[in-house]
């Protein structure tokens, strides 16, 4: 079976580095961080979730456009991704003076909840255990990993007890979702969005409780009319493409305490 580090080394990694550098002027992927965000904090407040103390974790972060907006609401956010390129733009980010303090990025292909570049769960021990969260983030990434059961296994197990994941994507209600990307970016690409009852079963396999994956809100993006409208760039020129709507789910579960 393809892992997600197969996945990534062979195209997605490569493809997100060169795209780092730009991926800040995409008015879609910002707007979709601040629905996320939106939903996210609006779900943790009907739990009853005291945030202002929680360790997050953000795996596939990019350049942190998520990360600062929950930064806020969280005591640290460890903000993890694959590609080098994402993450030197987001350490260029923390450097301005009102960036804030308390986002600390890591490259890294997260396969190991020990994984030594996590941060350890006691400072003055560096070389053990690694730290556990209260809460795990990933926004848009679900849908780039092939091997969705061994991410969510070690997604469990950087979970401290009783806490909880809370992964957003688009969904995939049927065939029209693949109309997502362009077909230029279709690389890196290993499913059209994240079928509801298929990812909750799935969580459910892997050991999460309270499970529940359901669409919370809805998008339009601006999608090629044909396949290969967009061109080699997927660069959409004046009069092109139509807009589309594409529902977004949370998927959410515990570690059991
Ligand atoms: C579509 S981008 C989304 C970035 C960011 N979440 C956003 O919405 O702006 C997907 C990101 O996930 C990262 N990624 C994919 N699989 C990953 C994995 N297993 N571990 C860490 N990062 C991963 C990629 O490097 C890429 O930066």
Known sequence: ?????????????????????????????????????????????????????????????????????????????????????????????????????NIMPVAVLLEDPEDPQLPPADPAKPDGPRQKFDLILSHLVLHHIPDLEAVLHTMLGCLAPSGRVMLTDFEDFGSEARRFHPESKMDGVARHGIAAAWMAELMEKVGFVNVGVRPEWTMTKTVEKFAGEFGEKGQMQEGQGEKMEFPFVVCYGERAG
Not at 23 to 45: G, N
Not at 75 to 98: N, P, T, W
């Open 1 to 101: 079976m393809a892992s997600a580090v197969s996945n990534l080394r062979a195209s997605g990694n490569e493809r997100f580095n060169k795209e780092a550098e730009s991926w800040d002027s995409r008015p879609f992927v910002k707007e979709a961080s601040r629905d996320a965000q939106k939903v996210l904090v609006e779900k943790l407040q009907s739990l009853n979730q005291q945030t202002s103390k929680a360790q997050v974790l953000e795996i596939g972060c990019g350049t942190g456009i998520l990360s600062f907006l929950m930064a806020p609401h969280v005591e640290r956010i460890v903000a993890i991704d694959a590609a080098q390129g994402m993450i030197d733009v987001l350490e260029k980010k923390l450097k301005a003076s009102d960036a804030p303090k």
